[in-house]
């Protein structure tokens, strides 16, 4: 067995927790605690939080400490735009060559997020979905583009999970999947592009929902922690 060293094995931990949102964004990351709970020294922590900050998911700012990177609206904006360029072109070539078994792995994500929708379980959607939208990056036969499009939506994935908590956003998310799986398996290039391109930019337009469900949130939590501390 590969031994993994214990950098990439904090790292890998803190990215999972990020992208599942156990750290929200502009949230501090204590490097004494993490040593704490990874059972390490600081050497790795600090090691795992400088790769964090070159794949854009934290920030370090001297004299300040680390941070989960929290985007300003018109720097999501144009990360959703991007992504909805990636996603577009990867459904498109998906459409021309996933094989049957991609395919039919496609239609149980489907189904796993209609069975979320229907119980309105956001967490359990969230990871549906992200299955759902790997399936079909996996599936475009462009290793560069699968890359790349993976890495951009794990810096949205936060931004993402808190916009399927806007009112109806589950019930219209879960309808254009079902636009791209029929695009998809009916080899229809042009509808599969422009149905994955706007299922992800009608994110963009919604940003003002967001951010009122992120500082809804944001304040919830600190009203808990404060609540903790009396």
């Given at each position: 067995m590969v031994r993994v060293p214990e950098a990439q094995r904090v790292r890998d931990a803190l990215e999972n927790a990020i992208v599942d949102g156990q750290y929200g964004p502009g949230e501090r990351l204590d490097p004494a605690k993490l040593q704490v709970e990874f059972g390490c020294s600081r050497t790795p922590v600090r090691e795992a939080l400088q790769g964090l900050e070159r794949s854009g998911l934290v920030r370090i700012r001297p004299k300040q400490g680390t941070y989960v990177t929290e985007l300003s609206i018109p720097e999501l904006a144009e990360r959703f735009e991007l992504m909805?360029?990636?996603e577009g072109m990867a459904a498109r070539l998906a459409s021309r060559?996933?094989?049957?078994?991609?395919?039919?792995?496609?239609?149980r994500a489907?189904?796993?997020?209609?069975?979320h929708e229907a119980a309105g379980d956001a967490d359990g959607y969230y990871y549906a979905n992200a299955c759902f939208h790997s399936i079909i990056y996996d599936s475009c036969g462009n290793g560069y583009l699968q890359q790349q499009a993976h890495d951009l939506r794990r810096i949205l994935q936060p931004y993402r999970r808190l916009q399927l908590r806007a009112p109806d956003r589950m019930?219209?998310?879960l309808a254009e999947h079902h636009a791209i799986v029929e695009a998809i398996s009916s080899g229809d290039t042009e509808t599969a592009e422009n149905?994955?391109?706007d299922h992800v930019l009608v994110q963009v337009k919604e940003f003002s929902q967001l951010v009122r469900t992120w500082n809804r949130l944001r304040e919830a939590r600190v009203g808990q922690t404060q609540a903790q501390l009396q």
């Open positions: 909805a360029e990636l060559r996933i094989e049957r078994e991609p395919l039919a792995e496609l239609r489907l189904e796993e997020c209609e069975r019930r219209r998310s149905t994955a391109r």
